[in-house]
């Protein structure tokens, strides 16, 4: 997340202030450019691991100051959400064992926070989209305390006067309106940096934005958000649309998004790019106080540029320029940001691999690819690639081919070339490209996840069937495997974990309801058909006002059918919350002999769990 010191620009001079060092800071760089101040070589990579911490039946934990405290090791910072964490790896340069060194330094790592998280019963994961994540989990209560977090908040909210919308539709739909930027505590990425050489920058960014969509493709692994079948790469659609300070006439207007692929091909040079930034998204941000960046450079001081930075960390482009300093040098990186994080260690490395080795070459026929490929058609790549994975075509090179043809085909040998120019050991490229080929051929992340997931649910509630795939990744994330050699589960049995059952793992929520104006011969008929003998009901509002059940119409005898629902129906209720135990919702039915409770949150009917639901 940045700087976390800051806090929200007000005042016209406080703006004022801000934009005259962002400004001053654009000018040193064109400077250092042009004095060719900026380090070319050597090459170095760098990851940035989020994870997910949970409990220890595997959902969202809220204590990650507390985690923190007790890793105690400057590689970890926070990030927005309290179940969530961030790894920042050391620098490496690009050559020899540089990608298996890494895997081991972020495996010593996560052990640590795994020693960490046995001390207080908690968990630690790699995956993009934590299953078992609901939607109280993005509630301002989670949000990580403090002041950068709550700042941004309150930045983006005045900046948009409206609330977040969110539609995404794939084989389910989810559609909530929400009043903070806690959503974007949903998405966990592998966020891969790599090192560009100032005379090539532009570019190898474009060539980086060509490459996005097979990347993506074979890497999704985030299908599923608040128990709904999404996007093979859900994490896209959720970050695009929670970080969106565009009021829905500017989205009208075509007024870009803070998280975007970009519009156009990218030209001139990378302070082009940055000034681009500037021109179309305000400063949300300010520091307590800032470097005089042009007096740095005079006195011979390599500047942080840290008005530039913080402008450039409230702008989320999927490949994002970056500037920053290093062993007092100066450098410029591109930032990978839509790999996700998982579902294995191993697969993020592969992941890495296979973006830095595309990156290193680019034969002939993709030189100067502005002009040889339609930026529509890039991205437009890109957004298949997260609607569909691997199951998708692209537009590449004026021709359609399959994910599968073009990666197995062209990209994993262009990517082995590259990787063989900077000198990466051959067992390394040999290990982590033949994770990629496999996952191509058998099954990436988000095909494991979804017929997983399926599969579960015909002997688990859709609940249980979250908690469960939590559990298998949490179990093989780090052995060794990767996700195309994990089993699709037809069961996986929690008896291992401490599990606390509730009625949400057991309740019915694909229900039929009926309204209070309805007739009762409908009724009648409608459990008849379906073979129910409960029916709930809701007046106007959607708020549960009434239960009917087939004893109910029995009881009514040869009554008129044409009476309402209204006019029948039990209106003195027994209700439960999903939070509350399966024995707590046994002890009601059969204290109150009856065979059905109504499962309410705010009066709003979420779902029924019945004596049935509780012996299974």
Request: aromatic share 8%; charged share 25%.
């Amino acid at each position: 997340m940045g700087q976390l010191s800051v806090k929200q620009l007000e005042t016209p001079k406080q703006k004022a202030q801000y934009t005259h060092y962002l400004i001053k800071d654009l000018e040193v760089l064109d400077l250092m450019l042009e004095k060719n101040l900026i380090e070319k070589q050597p090459i170095r990579i760098g990851a940035e691991q989020e994870l997910c911490i949970t409990t220890e039946d595997f959902f969202p934990n809220n204590n990650s100051i507390e985690m923190l405290e007790t890793i105690d090791d400057s590689h970890f910072t926070t990030e927005i959400g309290k179940y969530n964490l961030e790894i920042n790896s050391d620098p490496l340069e690009l050559k020899n064992d540089c990608f298996s060194e890494l895997h081991l330094q972020l495996k010593t790592l996560l052990q640590k926070a795994k020693t960490a998280g046995d001390q207080h019963k908690t968990k630690v994961l790699l995956t993009g989209i934590l299953p078992t994540l609901r939607q109280k989990h993005i509630s301002e209560k989670y949000m990580t305390p403090m002041p950068r977090y709550h700042v941004l908040n309150k930045s983006l909210i005045d900046s948009r006067s409206q609330h977040f919308n969110i539609h995404i539709k794939g084989a389910d739909e989810l559609s909530l309106y929400h009043n903070s930027v806690m959503l974007e505590a949903c998405n966990t990425s592998f966020q891969t940096h790599l090192q560009i050489n100032p005379d090539e920058f532009v570019e190898k960014y474009n060539w980086a934005q060509a490459i996005s969509a097979p990347v993506l493709a074979v890497s999704a692994n985030s299908p599923i958000l608040f128990g709904r079948e999404l996007w093979a790469e859900t994490r896209i659609a959720v970050f695009t649309q929670s970080i969106d300070t565009r009021t829905n006439g500017m989205v009208f207007n075509e007024k870009q998004s803070r998280v975007s692929f970009g519009d156009q091909w990218e030209t001139g040079k990378v302070t082009d790019i940055f000034r681009d930034h500037i021109s179309r998204f305000r400063s949300l941000l300010a520091l307590d106080s800032y470097e005089d960046s042009l007096e740095m450079l005079k006195n011979g001081e390599i500047p942080k540029l840290r008005a530039l930075q913080l402008h450039n960390g409230t702008v989320y482009k999927w490949n994002r320029v970056c500037y920053g300093v290093g062993g007092g040098k100066p450098h410029l990186r591109i930032e990978c940001r839509y790999i996700p994080s998982g579902p294995s260690l191993k697969d993020e490395i592969a992941n890495m691999m296979f973006w830095v080795g595309l990156m290193q070459v680019q034969t002939d026929a993709y030189k100067d690819i502005s002009k040889k490929m339609e930026f529509k058609a890039v991205k437009n790549n890109f957004f298949k690639a997260a609607r569909y994975g691997m199951e998708v075509k692209f537009m590449w090179m004026g021709k359609l081919i399959s994910a599968l043809d073009l990666i197995l085909e062209e990209l994993l040998p262009m990517a082995k070339k590259g990787l063989e120019k900077a000198n990466i050991n051959s067992k390394d490229i040999d290990t982590y490209l033949g994770v990629i080929e496999n996952r191509v051929k058998e099954k990436n992340g988000a095909q494991w996840m979804v017929k997983s997931f399926r599969n579960l649910q015909l002997t688990k509630s859709r609940f249980e069937a979250r908690q469960a795939l939590t559990a298998f990744m949490h179990e093989n994330q780090l052995s060794g495997k990767s996700v195309s050699q994990w089993p699709i589960l037809n069961d996986f049995e929690l008896d291992t974990i401490k599990l606390k059952p509730i009625v949400k793992h057991r309740m019915q929520t694909k229900l039929f309801i009926v309204h209070e104006s309805d007739s009762l011969e409908l009724v009648t008929h409608i459990m008849k058909w379906k073979k129910i003998h409960h029916l709930p009901v809701v007046n106007k509002t959607k708020e549960l006002t009434g239960l009917i059940t087939w004893t109910d119409l029995i009881q009514l005898g040869n009554t008129d059918l044409k009476q309402t629902v209204k006019d029948v129906m039990k209106t003195e209720l027994y209700t439960i919350s999903q939070e509350k135990s399966l024995k707590k919702a046994k002890q009601i039915m059969s204290d109150a002999k009856i065979n059905c409770l109504p499962v309410v949150h705010k009066k709003k009917l979420l779902g029924i769990i019945t004596t049935n639901d509780l012996k299974s």
